[in-house]
């Protein structure tokens, strides 16, 4: 069955340019996260919705890092003003809740020059 | 085909068992390998790396066999505190790394 998608799979874009990064969670679940991970790095949080709770921020890096849930479903993180340490793999997982195990999409790449 | 795939489990075991995943991979040109642990509510933390010879941390053992393209790890003496979900993670090359779904353990008491 259909898994989480992530689109892009891959960005290339200039220092300063705003970038917008789209999750499909698998159809049902109620929980979505987002994380990165640099080179080299290990997994870091960035944010997580549950249901229709408030989401839980406390890993976004920077105010330049923003996302949202729409409808419960499709989220989206949104990176203003690149700078070139926001390259990473962004990575969007889904569960079924918040205590079942996540299912990862393949990530979006992103490399700013 | 995916490029890496788990038995979601759940493998429910005994206090004091051994319990041993696997997780199989599809690109032979494959690069480095890695378990996670994730806990409930808990971002995903790294557990240990797996390499070519084998490697051991206390009562967890990782390895990998690059002939048939998976990696294992196995955990001896379980304990309540093992109860998690553990994600194996393959790296291809440069920003292109593959997760697995995860496979839950329940340690029971």
């Known amino acids: 069955g259909a898994g989480v998608s992530q689109s892009p799979s891959n960005k290339v874009t200039e220092k300063g340019k705003d970038v917008e990064l789209r999750c499909d969670p698998i159809s049902g679940h109620t929980a979505l996260y987002w994380y990165r991970q640099s080179l080299g790095q290990g997994l870091e949080f960035l944010i997580y919705?549950?249901?229709?709770?408030?989401?839980?921020k406390s890993g976004l890096p920077s105010d330049r890092f923003s996302a949202e849930r729409t409808g419960g479903s499709v989220s989206t993180l949104t990176i203003q003003r690149t700078q070139q340490e926001d390259s990473a793999v962004y990575l969007c997982a889904s569960s079924l809740t918040d205590s079942q195990p996540q299912h990862f999409g393949d990530g979006t790449r992103l490399s700013i020059l | 085909r995916k490029e890496v795939e788990q038995d979601p489990g759940p493998f429910n075991v005994p206090e004091g068992a051994t319990v041993a995943f696997n997780c199989t991979y599809s690109?032979?040109?494959?690069?480095?390998f890695f378990w996670y642990r994730q806990d409930c509510r808990k971002e995903p933390k790294l557990l240990m790396s797996?390499?070519?010879s084998g490697n051991e941390d206390g009562r967890f053992t990782a390895q990998l066999n690059r002939a048939s393209q998976y990696i294992s790890l196995l955990i001896r003496d379980s304990k309540l505190s093992d109860s998690a979900t553990y994600l194996c993670?393959?790296?291809?090359?440069?920003?292109?790394?593959?997760f697995g779904t995860g496979t839950r353990l329940t340690v029971i008491p």
């Open positions: 797996v390499y070519s």
């Open positions: 919705f549950q249901g229709n709770s408030a989401p839980d």
């Open positions: 993670v393959v790296i291809l090359g440069a920003n292109n790394l593959f």
């Open positions: 690109n032979s040109a494959s690069q480095s």
